[in-house]
């Protein structure tokens, strides 16, 4: 069964310490994305990769860390500079085809406190 | 860079009724996509409807259609026959014809309701 697999659904994290959102995918796409969700703020874009071994920084990347050693993941550390990360995170992929959409994960929640 | 506005942060609709969601857009591309994304309470991103800037006619999708004006870069969403289950946060997004893979630009979304 194809998918997006996130996790956890939820996190939980006290201030000052790194973690590592996981973003599985077995659709054979080739690009995944992270976004940032925030109550009235729509999505934001945290990074973007294109290929295995190559990534680029979205609108607020500060604060985040990113790899892609596999076609099916690319895992996102929050780390301790990111100044606010308590958020909703969306994983995302797309084959390459400009009109293909986006498909989602069903997302992490982390609370830091 | 493009951006995409939704001026309407909250909206409602009579059940069986029909509504427009509006949605805007700053590029100085000829050549894009844009989407309407639906997401629920469950917070799951489902895609609703898409449109190629090079196509004419209007997307429709069931209930689902879109208003293209390209010249005012006008992208908006009408739901006919509202149903409950079309409660949700609605996002516009834009997406450069650049390159096939290139990131999503969203709006910061119109919440829906409907009532019975």
């Known amino acids: 069964d194809g998918g997006i697999t996130q996790s956890p659904k939820y996190l939980f994290r006290k201030e000052g310490q790194n973690v590592t959102l996981s973003c599985e995918q077995n659709l054979n796409h080739d690009a995944m994305y992270w976004y940032r969700q925030d109550p009235g703020q729509g999505l934001r874009l945290i990074y973007y990769s294109q290929i295995v071994n190559d990534f680029q920084k979205g609108d607020i990347a500060e604060g985040y860390s990113v790899s892609r050693e596999k076609k099916e993941s690319f895992p996102l550390t929050v780390t301790s500079a990111q100044k606010n990360p308590t958020a909703f995170y969306l994983c995302?992929?797309?084959?390459?085809?400009?009109?293909?959409?986006?498909?989602f994960g069903n997302g992490t929640r982390l609370t830091v406190t | 860079a493009q951006t995409v506005t939704q001026s309407q942060p909250e909206m409602s609709v009579q059940e069986a009724e029909t509504v427009t969601l509006s949605c805007t857009y700053d590029?100085?591309?000829?050549?894009?996509?844009l989407f309407w994304y639906k997401q629920p309470p469950s917070r799951q991103m489902i895609l609703v409807i898409r449109?190629?800037?090079?196509?004419?006619q209007n997307a429709t999708e069931n209930r689902f259609s879109v208003n293209f004006q390209k010249a005012a870069k006008s992208f908006s969403l009408k739901i006919s026959d509202s149903q409950l289950g079309d409660a949700a946060m609605y996002f516009c997004a834009y997406r450069s014809a650049k390159s096939g893979n290139t990131p999503l630009v969203f709006g910061k979304g119109t919440r829906l309701s409907v009532i019975a």
């Open positions: 449109q190629e800037a090079y196509k004419q």
């Open positions: 995302a992929t797309s084959i390459y085809r400009g009109h293909s959409p986006l498909h």
């Open positions: 590029t100085s591309e000829s050549d894009y996509y």
